[in-house]
């Protein structure tokens, strides 16, 4: 994800140079023009535009790190959504509000499909890491040799945690506590370091992943039916024509499926999202006066796909800004947002002459009602970074404006809905092909859970 080492310290080289050029020559200019005390240019000519380089030189390096270093912006689940209540720290805050929540007639909380559980870079050759994927523990380990495998992070000989303390060694994971291997490929026990044989039965349950786009995905299933379609690979990303500019991770407190629908609620776009970004996220003052003159507007349109790709639907949405009533059409963006399952979304984004780029979406069930969202944005290496970062920042204004929506929203089953609303019915519909019989409702879950 981070830019490779040698490109960085080469654009970081050639700053410098510039940068002690044009100080020398700043310099000499305030030499000759004798703006430095004569004392000054007199005793040291040569030593005085080095001085000022060196003095400089933290300030280059702070700007190069602000427009060049990939955007991270990480809220934790308390952080965004809430209005702090008198007396209450934010946590205490958001607390009381989902115990209260009333939580409604909802849906199946963990529908079947791929989902987001780690950026690829993050996990090193022979790293195990530690995930909670819906209400599971999984261990997601990476062989020497770049394999990915995911497997019950509990081992089912005693029940210690893979993931801590445990070990890859070739395709399988040793366990830290009495050294059992697991393979990855089929969870088989290869390995009892103190038996005389390993039993048939000695077995751990694997997860179906995969490894693509630099990211990895995780199929859930209720059934355990094994994936019935794949994530679509993003050549550009693949093949490095589009890089790396930044991520946002954010924790909502909603059931999964109010995030996608979003897509298909065209009108809380002309409502939530038309007072400019400078408006901010706090749904109390984002329709204040003062930041009046600039409003966004959408165009939108939210369709499914035919077989084979049912499992797949778009919106297709038209961005304009509006500075003072006048449209800019400089800040026009079109956008096409590709919903691949439950939980993954490629939007993709052109504008005219400032490239094109995507956002990766993925929202990640942890528990019933909490869900892990990630934005990670790819553009064309030859726009400026701060381009991205200006797209990926909005999107986080935007985004978050939905958040304080959700962390205390009720979900509806019936809803009350207009002509216009239509979208957000067939919305439902179309998202109901990823439950099945046997996927988990929060009925029997609710006893587990810490509220
Ligand atoms: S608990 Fe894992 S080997 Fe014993
Ligand atoms: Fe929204």
């Known amino acids: 994800m981070m830019e490779s080492v040698p490109r960085s310290l080469l654009a970081l080289s050639v700053l410098c140079v510039l940068g002690a050029v044009l100080l020398a020559s700043a310099g000499s200019l305030l030499l000759s023009a004798r703006l430095l005390p004569r004392s000054a240019a007199s005793s040291s000519p040569a030593r ?49 509000v ?30 195990v890491h530690n995930l909670t994927v819906c209400g599971e523990q999984i261990a997601v380990y990476r062989t020497l040799d770049g394999k990915v495998y995911a497997v019950d992070a509990y081992c089912p000989h005693l029940g210690a945690n893979l993931a801590v303390g445990g070990r890859v060694v070739g395709d399988c994971i040793e366990c830290p506590f009495h050294g059992w291997q697991f393979c990855g490929e089929d969870g088989k026990c290869a390995r009892i370091p103190y038996a005389e044989k390993v039993p048939e039965f000695a077995k751990i349950k694997t997860w179906p992943c995969c490894d693509i786009n630099e990211m990895i995905f995780i199929w859930y299933h209720c059934d355990r039916i094994e994936p019935t379609w794949k994530i679509p690979e993003q050549e550009e990303i693949t093949s490095k024509k589009w890089i790396y500019r930044g991520r946002t991770e954010h924790y909502v407190n909603s059931h999964i499926e109010e995030i996608p629908e979003n897509a298909a609620d065209i009108a809380h776009l002309a409502f939530l999202h038309e007072p400019g970004i400078l408006s901010g996220i706090d749904l109390r003052y984002t329709k204040s006066r003062i930041w009046d003159f600039l409003k966004h507007t959408w165009q939108v349109r939210w369709e499914p796909e035919p077989a084979p790709n049912k499992h797949c639907s778009q919106m297709f949405l038209h961005h304009a800004s509006m500075v003072f009533g006048k449209h800019v059409s400089l800040l026009d963006v079109d956008v096409v947002a590709r919903q691949v399952g439950p939980g993954v979304v490629f939007l993709h984004f052109s504008h005219a002459f400032l490239g094109q780029g995507i956002i990766l979406q993925g929202v990640t ?87």
Not at 73 to 85: K, Q, W
Not at 110 to 126: A, C, I, Q, R
């Open 48 to 96: 005085s535009p080095v001085l000022l380089c060196l003095a400089l030189l933290p300030l280059g390096l702070w700007g190069w790190r602000l427009l060049s270093r990939p955007l991270e912006v990480l809220r934790s689940p308390d952080d965004v959504g809430y209005i702090p209540e008198r007396g209450r720290s934010r946590g205490q805050t958001a607390n009381m």
């Open 98 to 127: 989902r115990r209260r929540r009333k939580k409604g007639d909802l849906p199946p909380v963990y529908p079947n499909g791929w989902y987001h559980v780690l950026d690829s870079p993050l996990l090193l050759p022979g790293a």
């Open 365 to 451: 069930p942890v528990e019933p009602l909490l869900q892990k969202v990630s934005h990670s944005i790819y553009y064309q290496k030859n726009i400026p970074a701060i381009v991205p970062k200006f797209i990926l920042k909005a999107e986080c204004i935007q985004f978050e404006r939905d958040v304080m929506v959700w962390n205390n929203k009720k979900y509806i089953s019936k809803p009350l809905l207009v002509k216009e609303d239509s979208a957000i019915q067939k919305h439902r519909r179309w998202y109901s092909q990823f439950y099945s019989e046997n996927s988990p409702q929060l009925s029997f879950q609710e006893d587990s859970l810490d509220w």
